[in-house]
């Protein structure tokens, strides 16, 4: 299988500071594919600071790693030649957080939908145009009529997030980056959005990169998981059997933490220990193990991947008896 | 009633006055709260919510004009007071965590000097050393290091600027706290955490809670009641557990059966339509343009909240045997 998006042993490294150097490691060592032929929604979970819209921003290409590379459709992204750029450009789209700040409040929606497609030379008449807008409306859910002509203001933040989608949309992308596309919007608009982005994947045929800390949406939409924890992964697998089985002591906090719309499923009586300082941060071993309840003396040790099942991966020692796994089959083990 | 109502809010009307027409944002709200009890707040954005807790706190600014109502906490009604008196009503009788409150402590002041800040304009016979102990105390209660007093607010986490505001909120025991979207920008394990903080600090001061918010996930794990808000009607209220077992108005029923849940994975069922304009409400029921159940009667005729068998109360032409 050809792989659309690949990235290898990728490392961020932010730091600052001229004299005292001190440095922030965002995503440690993650390797990660994603399949040409089979567009599937993959999700990417944590909590702040995680590391998540790292991952995001180097896919997208605005950040480099620091170590590792990243593959698209087997080129180098970092070393893409011009007309291979503009392809990477148009095949890989985003979606982002916040449908209030990505606007430019003095152009109409004709306008943001139309600069693509001018840019990348997709259409060769307006009336050509219009239909590609119309059809990308149309996809998201969205009547042309009711959009088209009116300006970001006129529109309700679920509206403006399905134009995001939409615009992403006109270019026929292979992979779409969603970081946190719901987390600003309604509840009741939520559904309809996520119902967008399936079945952008069910029947354009995109992948899905769902970025989010909201892993009920997430157990919902995709078809697997990976989930972060101060840029390390934690663990990974298909989405229902690490949220219905979490075996990592950071997945099951975070599932206990999820406040189910169910007065009968109570929050968790798992004590959580507060955050501690950022100094341990570039501790050598488990990220976790300072907030972790089960900590052992060898945690100071990075844990290895333990396979516990056929579509299941966690990094930690208790999950010794399970046999190790290289970190960079990591994707191997994801259901597509 | 065994207890006497810490607030009583009756018929409050707030509207805001446009160059497009006047809007009216709340429209004739009423509910009751005991002392220690808990009310979640919820409906879409623009539905009228955070305008109700500004009009209860007596923020309003213009455009918009509190019309009508009363907001009686603990006795005394806040509409009747003086400015001044109001000033001093704020934080020691009602107490507001706005949207985004971490954001709005003060970048310059060290969180002790905030904290001291709030003690001071309720109290001028205070000692220094006083203020400063109940300060430290306080941010204890709340789980965090007395050391927090001597920080700035650069140097806290989203979670513990969250916690200091609500450590600022409680400072003077305040009878009623209302909090809007307290944990909107806090991940899961964060947003746990701060929501047993005012759970654990609201037992002890005995103060009554209003969650506003539309996270219906936070109203099932924290609050005892519900109110549902549409196009700035309240349109049921209902205890935790009937609105997510049997809830009665239709836009009640569409709002939980649009959630997530773990049982129903892949089904995504949203409300059908749009939120209206406030500037163009349609004439009666206000939802009768999206209800599935909407009557001849509900496009002409506005249903009243009225009070059910069970306790409930209902706005909706299908629940007419009210008791009121």
Redesign the interface.
Known sequence: MAALMELMGVTKVYSRGLVARTTTVALRDVSLTLNQEEPTIMTVAG??GSGKTTLAMLLLGFITPTNGTILYKGRDISRLSGDEKVTFRREVQAVFQDPFAVFNPFYTVDHLLSVPIRRFHLARTRNQARDRMVEALTAVGLHPDDVLGRFPHQL??GQRQRINVARALVLKPRLLVADEPVSMV???????I??TL?GLQRDHGVSILYIT?????A??ISRSIIVLYRGSVMEAGDT?SVI?TPEHPYTR??ID???????D???GETK?K??EGEAGDNAPGCKFASRCPFAMDKCKVTPPFFRLAEHHAASCYLMEKHPTMDSAQLSDLLPT | MAENPVLEVSDLRVSYYTDAGRAIALDGASLALRPGEKLGLVGESGSGKSTMALAMMRMIKPPGRIENGRVVVAGTDLMALSEEQMLKARLSRIAYIPQGAMNSLNPVMRVGAQMADAIKAHETRSSKADIEERCRQTLESVDLKRSVFELYPHELSGGMKQRVCIAIDILLKPRLIIADEPTSALDVVTQRQVMETINRVQKQIGAAVILIGHDMGLMAQFVDKVAVMYAGRLVEISSVRQIFTNPLHPYAQALISSLPRLENKGVFQGIPGLAPSLLRLPGGCAFHPRCSRAMEKCRTVRPNLLDQTDGRSVACHLFTKGVS
């Open positions: 909590e702040s309700s933040g309604d509840a009741s608009l939520r559904a309809s996520l119902e399936r800390h909201d892993l009920t949406t157990y919902h229902d219905t906090l975070l933490s999820i406040p189910w719309p169910d007065v499923r109570r929050w959580i507060a955050k």
